[in-house]
């Protein structure tokens, strides 16, 4: 099972991105502050202050991302779901290498199987979870998120089902229009299975 420091590597990467912008503010606020002791108020005292706002940028991305997932945790709806198999998020680049996120197979309020993609962000060449074990998920208004501690080896009612690899009958899917989160591209999607943006690549769960 995967240690509680190699789940939380999403956390990890807002903890940086939070300090780059702390760091970018120190610089900023300090580096103004001896322009304005030797010159007085003047223009050169304020370019430094573009630091800041950059700084500020930094900061304010992690709180929201943060919030949003807090959020979902919170209000969204919970679910038991099965680790399917991983897929490369390659829409976005965290220390030159793709995200690894999770599939997951789950049963919905209505016992109808659903697929989707957990933003996990495992980095590349990371253990990961082994596939068939159990995790729980929240989803919330078409949004996902997961609790780390939650994974075991808990066999859930109709998992063979679950993760059985037959594929699907084109006469049942249902096709949706969707927009791309990250690129904003439109496409046709399956609805209640996750698909991948043939734009950017990235992943969406329609």
């Known amino acids: 099972m995967m240690k509680i420091q ?5 956390d990890i990467v807002y903890k940086i991105l939070a300090a780059m912008g702390a ?5 900023g606020l300090t580096v103004s502050a001896i322009f304005t002791a030797i010159e007085g108020v003047s223009v050169f005292a304020l370019i430094p202050m573009l630091f800041v706002v950059i700084g500020i940028g930094f900061v304010l991305g992690v709180a929201i ?5 807090r959020k979902i945790l919170r209000k969204g709806k919970k679910y038991a779901a099965k680790i399917y198999g991983y897929v490369k998020d ?4 965290v220390n030159g290498s793709y995200p690894t996120n999770v599939k997951v197979h789950y049963f919905d309020e209505k016992h109808v199987e659903r697929e989707a993609i ?3 962000g495992f980095p ?3 253990s990961q979870y082994a596939i068939g074990m159990t995790m729980d998920i929240y989803e919330y208004k078409g949004k996902y ?3 780390p501690a939650s994974v075991r080896n808990e066999v859930l009612k109709g998992e063979a089902e679950l993760m059985d690899d037959k594929p699907v009958e084109p006469e049942k899917l249902n096709l949706i229009a969707v927009n791309c989160p990250n690129c904003g591209s439109s496409f046709q999607a399956a609805k209640g299975y996750a698909s991948k ?9 329609a």
């Open 23 to 27: 760091f970018f503010i120190m610089i």
């Open 145 to 147: 998120s997961w609790d």
């Open 124 to 126: 590349t060449g990371s």
């Open 65 to 69: 991302q943060k919030n949003k997932k």
């Open 118 to 120: 957990i933003p996990t």
């Open 197 to 205: 943006c043939p734009y950017c690549g990235g992943y969406i769960n």
């Open 6 to 10: 190699e789940m939380n590597k999403v």
């Open 90 to 93: 390659t829409s976005i680049l």
